[in-house]
Structure formats: structure tokens, C-alpha cells
């Protein structure tokens, strides 16, 4: 069982920047795939960005694309996700969740989420 942290979130006005980290206590994120996902209100659950567990290859969503970046630090203890050009479609809960293996379709493991909200 893996327990996922989120920080990081908070109201910002629209344009602005963000950064959102995730951390596992007592274990090295390089173990796993990570991936981010938000909820809106009202919304289902949506695909944000990932980044793989080999190469740390990354992948982000149309809706975000040119503004957010996810990344691993140099120790793999967290992976952050920066948020640039902040848009009011963007408030949501972030969650930070895990899979075993790169190959696996579905994240296993899920953090409790971070509140982003966004004013224009």
C-alpha cells in the first residue's frame, strides 16, 4: 500500500503560476509510473499528465499542453507539476496517483487531492 501526498495548491488569479509537488513517505517515487489528475466540480475525473518510470519520459494532456510540465528531482523522492498560464477552466482537484510498471493502464494508487482554484 502507498500512501501519495499532494502540496502545493491555492488560489491564484488567471495568468499566473502554480506549482504542485508529490512525495510517498518512506519511499522513492523512482519505484513507480506517476501521473496527475483533476476533478472539476460537476466533472469526471480527467487525465492531466504522466511521467514514465523508465526514462522519465513525459506526456500531458491537449487541454494543458504548452502550459504545464511535470518532472521528477534529481533524488526521485518528488515529482512536481508546474503550471504556467493559469486559466479558470483549470480550477479543479489535482491528484497525484502511482502505477507499478509502465505498462500498466490503470493507477493503483491515489493521493487525497490538492484544491487549485483559479480567478479571472
Known amino acids: 500500500q502507498v500512501q501519495l501526498v499532494e502540496s502545493g495548491g491555492g488560489l491564484v488569479q488567471a495568468g499566473g503560476s502554480l506549482r504542485l509537488s508529490c512525495v510517498a513517505p518512506g519511499r522513492s517515487l523512482s519505484r513507480y509510473a506517476m501521473g496527475w489528475f483533476r476533478q472539476a466540480p460537476g466533472k469526471e475525473r480527467e487525465f492531466v499528465a504522466s511521467i514514465t518510470k523508465s526514462y522519465s519520459i513525459t506526456y500531458v494532456a491537449d487541454s494543458v499542453k504548452g502550459r504545464f510540465t511535470v518532472s521528477r528531482d534529481n533524488a526521485k523522492t518528488t515529482v512536481s507539476l508546474q503550471m504556467n498560464s493559469l486559466k479558470p477552466e483549470d480550477t479543479a482537484v489535482y491528484y497525484c496517483?502511482?502505477?507499478?510498471?509502465?505498462?500498466?493502464?490503470?493507477?493503483?494508487?491515489w493521493g487525497q487531492g490538492t484544491q487549485v482554484t483559479v480567478s479571472s
Open positions: 496517483t502511482a502505477r507499478d510498471t509502465d505498462s500498466e493502464t490503470d493507477y493503483a494508487y
